[in-house]
């Protein structure tokens, strides 16, 4: 059977469904598109509903192409979407964490999410005035890495595990001397080897509180030559300086 009507509620739900609001009340969200779909597949998280677009020979319950546009957040449209429920992590877990603190675009929210898959990161903890990780853009922006990747909330950052090190436009050492000397530290047995080790990252413009900055460990900055840069950029270069020799997948500390 094929949905004709643009009064059909499941196409009513999945418009409710853009809406942050309407996200959190239902703990459901909506991804677009078929390689979204399969990662969700490859990753066991199972789809609640499937449409896809009549005449596509793909797999779901079939929709007019013009009314499945109709609701699609892409420009373009889509062949096919599924709704899935919200999957959140009792705590964050290591041994590597990135937590996200004000990053309020779910684009570079997407795109963190997206870096710390493919580094190896146990985690994304999500802290206040985050973007919603489920939301349209940033489900876009994470390439199916949403569907691979543990999300969990914080509010303090002595919730975070391990080691935190917080990411700082200006002050602070160098994230690459920060690691080497936590290394050779350990080595000589002056402290031991972190067990975890969480990257707190802030917005670009605002950075972390002082408060966020006060309660971390170490306070680090990646030396360059501007002003400063795009959050999920920052990530990704700390991301791959902390795992820098390592395995990701091996989801083990490395030793710079």
């Not at 509903?49 to 797999?59: I, N, P, T």
């Not at 795109?111 to 493919?118: D, G």
């Not at 050779?184 to 002056?190: I, V």
């Not at 917005?203 to 170490?218: N, Q, V, Y």
Request: proline letters at 7%; aromatic letters at 4%; charged letters at 20%.
């Amino acid at each position: 059977m094929t949905i004709t009507s643009p009064h059909n509620d499941h196409l009513k739900e999945i418009r409710r469904l853009a809406r942050r609001r309407e996200r959190a009340l239902s703990g459901r969200f909506v991804a677009e598109g078929e390689d979204l779909l399969a990662a969700a597949d490859a990753a066991g998280w199972p789809a609640l509903e499937r449409y896809v677009a009549a005449g596509s020979r793909l797999d779901g319950v079939e929709v007019e192409p013009d009314l499945l546009a109709s609701v699609s957040q892409l420009g373009s449209g889509t062949r096919a979407l599924g709704v899935y429920e919200q999957r959140w992590a009792p705590a964050p877990s290591g041994p590597l964490c990135v937590a996200l603190h004000g990053i309020a675009d779910p684009g570079n929210v997407g795109t963190i999410l997206r870096s710390a898959l493919a580094f190896g990161a146990a985690s994304v903890a999500l802290g206040p005035d985050c973007a919603d990780p489920y939301g349209p853009k940033a489900v876009r922006g994470s390439m199916g890495a949403l569907f691979a990747v543990p999300l969990a909330r914080y509010v303090e950052v002595g919730e975070l595990p391990g080691t935190v090190v917080a990411l700082d436009a200006h002050a602070g050492e160098s994230l690459a001397d920060a690691m080497a000397a936590m290394t050779r530290a350990a080595l000589a047995g002056r402290e031991p080897a972190p067990s975890a080790l969480t990257l707190l990252i802030g917005a670009e413009r605002a950075g972390l509180p002082d408060d966020a900055l006060a309660a971390a460990d170490r306070v680090v900055r990646i030396p360059i030559r501007s002003e400063s840069l795009n959050a999920a950029m920052a990530a990704t270069v700390a991301l791959y300086e902390v795992t820098r020799g390592a395995v990701a997948t091996d989801h083990r500390m490395p030793t710079p």
